[in-house]
């Protein structure tokens, strides 16, 4: 099946340095979605890209459409406590139309 | 608008037991998903109704059955529990019609299955 790797696995930053992380496909994703899931709560849908080299801004959150298709972005600047939480990448489209296959999630924890 | 909710939010089972997880949305969607979450693994798709009347299986399947009620309604149901199964469990849903992906999770029922 479709793979997704999200790097980092986990990030300890302190408050005001900006972030940046990303994932890769073995496959071409026609949907790019991000996500932020906060400690006991469900995802919730940060940035949606549909289109390759796009790039799509969400208050302090930036992310990125890879050219090649197999790749996406997201950057957040000027880090505040409450972006703590685990963010999840999702690709969807090609084969896999409707469904969502999800990378392992990068764990943010922000230092005051 | 409530968006997508889950009951129960905790559950313990001992090995055997049988059990089902509801989950509604008033979003007038068409899609509905169930996934399982567990530490390190992501999300990981158990069934999904692309529509109402049709369910169909995701990546981890076994174990586990589904109810598309209404469209509104999208249940999960354990047969037997197994310690393998304890984890949070999210459903989901989406518009499901034309290239629209995003999908909607409600807050989760954590399961321990002793």
């Known amino acids: 099946g479709q793979q997704l790797n999200q790097s980092p696995q986990s990030m300890f930053i302190q408050e005001g340095e900006d972030v940046s992380m990303n994932c890769t496909s073995s496959s071409i994703f026609n949907t790019w979605l991000w996500y932020k899931q906060d400690p006991g709560e469900g995802p919730v849908l940060l940035i949606a890209l549909y289109k390759a080299g796009e790039l799509t801004s969400n208050g302090r959150l930036t992310a990125q459409f890879g050219i090649t298709r197999k790749d996406s972005f997201l950057n957040i600047s000027a880090s505040i406590p409450s972006d703590v939480g685990i963010y999840f990448c999702a690709g969807a489209g090609g084969t896999s139309y409707g469904k969502l296959t999800f990378g392992q999630g990068t764990i943010l924890t922000v230092h005051p | 608008n409530a968006g997508v909710t889950q009951t129960p939010k905790f559950q313990v089972l001992k090995t055997g037991q049988s059990m089902t997880l509801q989950c509604a949305q008033d979003m007038n969607h068409n899609s509905m998903y169930w996934y399982r979450q567990d530490p390190g693994m992501g999300l990981r798709l158990i069934y999904y109704?692309?529509?109402?009347?049709?369910?169909d299986k995701g990546e981890v399947p076994n174990g586990y059955n589904v109810s598309r009620l209404n469209k509104r309604e999208f249940s999960l149901r354990l047969e037997s529990a197994a310690p393998s199964q304890t984890s949070v469990y999210f459903c989901?849903?989406?518009?499901?019609?034309?290239?629209?992906?995003?999908?909607?999770f409600g807050p989760g029922t954590r399961l321990t299955v002793t």
């Open positions: 989901a849903s989406s518009k499901g019609t034309g290239a629209t992906y995003e999908q909607y």
């Open positions: 109704s692309a529509s109402e009347g049709t369910t």
